[in-house]
């Protein structure tokens, strides 16, 4: 694209507001309102579950409805009415679709709106991408190319049917049923998600993509993802989430699980746009997501990369549960919050293995009236001999409304461990505005090029196609939040 | 909530067997409304956020005994000795002023334990909200006061010397220490803990610290106390314009000790500086929290504190900077550093930034680990012994947060306080 096509359609872009806020007219099948035993049994039943889930299932609400709510973050709502919500929506099918042909044109063109030509992909980009609409897993692009080097890809209530023992042994192994509210309230009702299996010593051919939206009203999305790379293999997996505009806030509670078995690594990149509401604050997402990766074997690697820049609220850590010796974890984060959005985000690295090795690189931004955290782990055990973490954290404030609060933990029981954490905050600099001004940049655009600037770090730990659209989304979401 | 490991209920009682002793002053109603709410807070669990690093296991094991008459001793070792100073003595919780030496006071000073003081209300503040401060407000039995009077400059340092001595079980003291410096009054206050004896005792200490503008106060506190004590210590402090707060505390003793220390910048220009180090072996438990809100514009504050674990002792460090909406140009830093010299020493450090102003400039950092390899190996390569290697470097560690101390007369005693420290914790380490 010639570089002024590119200004033209970057200066578009960036007086959008909310671009993905429509609303996909499509018939659907809905389960009740509300939530109980009989709605976990609905949800299994439709899924035409084995025995060993179900009980499960029910095993994680009847739990659930003991656990409280999470209260120590930092972030203010009003209590949710769970028994407000549709917990299933799938769009209605005749049947499973076997190729695209068979999918909704309706559904394409959504895809095809949020900027995932699942066609065009399918030919040209090479990257696979499993769609979830609302609950369920639409359409999973590439999948017999990937079949060829014996690659799992699929949606999770695929591969329930096809490979029930992988699903069974993996499941729940490294976020249990119990481990919070809302992990808790996943495991009951989760509808769908993506299935990855990554055979011993096979690097995955393409980045692997999944697309979530949230499409029809008052439903929660609780999609489930499974990431499992066995010895020596490789993997790097993006998710895109996005949702239309509406003024109630809907709540996305996911689970992820990451397993890293010995040599083997996991990249797992996240931009999430979910709605983040209006300016003031009225409706948008709540993102209460847990996500922990388990670097299960010796030299394994998980590696973390997100860009949150939607959601009214965001609650999530993703983690890495270092175990294998010379394992190593790492996050990546940009947190963008604007008018009244609240982030609570952060990660949490446990070292057991000897020699572990963990980095933590988390950019935020606060802009308007937000107020973002981040809350982080560092654990040394007392068998993580020679291990080394990393962690640098700055904030950015912007307008004098915003607040950035950093609550790092650090504990440490190994002497030969070493910890290093810094921190800092500050005001987008004066200096360097003025710099772009008076070079006749507007003020909206420099201050996209600072905050770009700021996060590039982090930005340049995302694939290649995703970097782009990542850059262009800070613009977007720091648009109105000066002057 | 969880219940706590301790009961108030002893402490209730050592209440009722005291009130008759108590001093009387108007106080006494605030006293018994201070116990009403202990009671029903009870003492803290690892559940509070605040105290999540700290449980209060062998305080359970103490059973509180009442005492009115402090045990005798001929003389309170002196900091500072050949140096001329206002000195206070006290004997678990109670003055002695045979040996104390108040000495010289200068014009518009005042200097006294703080039961000759009691009819002024507003010396005992009311908000106290944990749990430690309220037991104290409701059984101190003395303690300091310190007031100048604006403009007026203390050339001697004030020393405070407190005594625990602990030959039998259940020493509950209360000590308070009021501090209110007027309007560009300087002073300097060192307090001194330390204590004989075995047996386990509770020494909870609240001081309350006031300083109007442009006023400056350098405080040092050397805690040294023996190693059944249970050592608690709760500060509040308000800084006025342009005032500055440089305050150094050093923790070498106790078995368990936990200082807790808010810091107010209330005025524009306020600073502060909350330095200190820990030097912790055996099973020691020491707790350093503090938080510091700046609630004014051109606030500065500095926290640095570092420190060296050996054996079994666990340091926790939980530190804050608020910087409240409004308080621009506010330059926040923080640093927490900590040497693990054994293999079963543990560290929790938690350094935290609440920010709700956006010109300010903050930063903390925080690290944990052993002695450099390289820089051990660099001294060894030239003939140095290993031993002497690793105390040079922990000393050298060490030696850059003592040039902190505002008290220039008091780092050589530190020094070698901390050497000495070294050297039988490495004792300690071969031995074992």
Not at chain 1, 221 to 237: H, P
Not at chain 1, 283 to 312: H, P
Not at chain 1, 431 to 453: H, K, M, S, T, W
Request: contains cysteine.
């Amino acid at each position: 694209m010639a570089a002024t096509a590119e200004t033209v359609e970057k200066v578009q872009s960036l007086s959008e507001r909310y671009k993905y806020g429509f609303v996909t007219d499509i018939e659907t099948d809905m389960a009740p309102k509300g939530l109980s035993e009989d709605i976990v049994r609905f949800i299994s039943a439709k899924k035409n579950e084995p025995e060993w889930l179900l009980e499960w299932r029910l095993k994680a609400y009847r739990h659930w409805l003991e656990m409280p709510e999470p209260q120590w973050a930092k972030v203010d709502f009003p209590e949710i009415d769970y028994q407000d919500a549709y917990y299933y929506a799938a769009p209605k099918m005749k049947d499973q679709p076997k190729s695209l042909d068979e999918v909704d044109p309706k559904l394409l063109e959504t895809y095809e709106k949020l900027g995932i030509p699942l066609r065009e992909q399918e030919i040209l980009a090479g990257v696979a991408v499993d769609a979830v609409f609302d609950s369920v897993s639409v359409a999973t692009t590439f999948k017999h190319k990937l079949e060829e080097v014996g690659v799992i890809f699929c949606s999770i209530s695929e591969a329930l049917q096809e490979h029930p023992e992988l699903v069974r042994k993996y499941l729940g192994t490294v976020v249990p049923y119990a481990d919070n509210k809302h992990a808790c309230l996943n495991s009951a009702v989760f509808t769908d998600g993506s299935f990855v299996y990554i055979p011993p010593g096979v690097r995955c051919p393409m980045e692997l993509s999944t697309y979530f939206r949230i499409n029809e009203q008052n439903t929660g999305q609780f999609e489930r993802t499974l990431i499992i790379a066995d010895e020596g293999s490789y993997v790097s997996y993006l998710e895109g989430c996005t949702a239309p505009m509406r003024d109630e806030n809907q709540l996305h509670a996911a689970v992820v699980e990451l397993i890293a078995l010995k040599d083997a690594e996991i990249k797992y990149s996240t931009v999430q746009n979910w709605y983040p509401g209006d300016e003031d604050g009225k409706g948008g997402i709540y993102n209460f997501v847990t996500k922990r990766g388990d670097c299960r074997g010796d030299y394994s690697k998980i590696s973390w990369t997100q860009v949150e820049t939607g959601s009214a609220i965001t609650w999530k850590y993703p983690s890495c549960l270092l175990r294998g010796d010379h394992s190593v974890g790492e996050f990546y984060s940009i947190a963008i919050t604007n008018n009244r959005q609240q982030a609570d985000t952060g990660t949490k690295m446990v070292h057991l293995g000897r020699n572990t090795k963990s980095r933590i690189i988390s950019k935020g931004i606060s802009a308007g009236r937000s107020q973002q955290t981040y809350r982080g782990l560092v654990r040394m055990g007392s068998k993580a001999e020679g291990a080394r973490n990393y962690t640098q954290c700055d904030s950015l404030l912007i307008g004098e409304s915003c607040g950035a609060h950093t609550v790092p933990y650090i504990e440490s029981k190994n002497r030969s461990a070493q910890v290093e954490h810094e921190a800092t905050t500050s005001r987008i600099s004066e200096d360097q505005l003025f710099y772009c001004r008076q070079r006749g940049i507007p003020e909206e655009d420099a201050v996209a090029l600072v905050v770009n600037g700021f996060c590039r770090e982090v930005l340049q730990q995302l694939p290649m196609e995703f970097a782009v659209e990542a850059q262009k989304l800070v613009g977007i979401s720091l648009e109105g939040s000066v002057g | 909530m969880a219940k706590s490991l301790v009961s108030t209920e002893p402490y209730a009682a050592q209440f009722e067997a005291l009130q008759a002793t108590l001093p009387d002053s108007p106080l006494a109603e605030r006293r018994l409304q201070a116990l009403a709410r202990f009671r029903e807070l009870g003492f803290p669990t690892t559940r509070q956020e605040s105290w999540k690093y700290t449980a209060l296991r062998s305080l359970a094991g103490l059973t509180p005994a009442t005492t009115t008459e402090a045990p005798s001793l001929d003389r309170a070792p002196a900091l500072l000795a050949d140096t001329a100073a206002h000195r206070l003595v006290f004997v678990n919780g109670l003055f002695r002023a045979e040996l104390s030496d108040l000495g010289e006071l200068p014009q518009g000073a005042f200097i006294a334990p703080l039961t000759e003081a009691l009819d002024d209300e507003t010396l005992i503040s009311d908000d106290e909200s944990g749990a430690f401060a309220l037991l104290n407000q409701a059984l101190f039995q003395d303690g300091a006061l310190i007031a100048l009077e604006r403009g007026t400059l203390l050339d001697q340092p004030v020393i405070l010397t407190f005594v625990s001595i602990d030959e039998a079980e259940g020493r509950s003291t209360h000590p308070r220490l009021v501090i209110r410096l007027g309007e560009n009054s300087q002073a300097t206050v060192i307090e001194h803990h330390l204590g004989y004896g075995e047996a386990l005792g509770l020494s909870n200490l609240v001081s309350s610290v006031h300083l109007a503008t442009g006023a400056k106060l350098d405080h040092v506190v050397l805690q040294t106390e023996e190693a059944q004590v249970q050592h608690i210590a709760t500060r509040r402090v308000t800084v006025g314009r342009d005032a500055t707060y440089d305050s150094f505390g050093v923790t070498l003793g106790a078995g368990m000790s936990r200082n807790e220390i808010e810091v107010s910048l209330e005025g524009t220009g306020a600073s502060c500086a909350l330095d200190g180090t820990y030097l912790l072996a055996g099973t020691q438990h020491g707790d350093l929290t503090s938080t510091i809100h700046h609630r004014a514009e051109h606030t500065t504050s500095r926290e640095t504190v570092k420190g060296a674990l050996a054996g079994k002792a666990r340091g926790v460090f939980q530190g804050k900077i608020v910087v409240e909406p409004g308080a621009q140009k506010t330059d926040g830093r923080m640093m927490n550093k900590t040497l693990l010299l054994s293999d079963k020493a543990e560290i929790d450090s938690k350094p935290e930034l609440e920010i709700f102003a956006d010109d300010v400039q903050c930063a903390h950092g925080a690290t944990a680990g052993e002695l450099d390899a390289n820089a051990l190996f660099y001294l060894r390569a030239r003939g140095i012994p290993e031993g002497r290697a690793r105390a040079l470097l922990v000393e050298a560690f060490l030696a850059d947060v003592i040039e902190l101390c505002p008290v220039e007369a008091l780092r050589e005693e530190l020094r070698d306080r901390a050497g000495r420290w070294l050297a039988e914790a490495s004792h300690e380490e071969a031995a074992a």
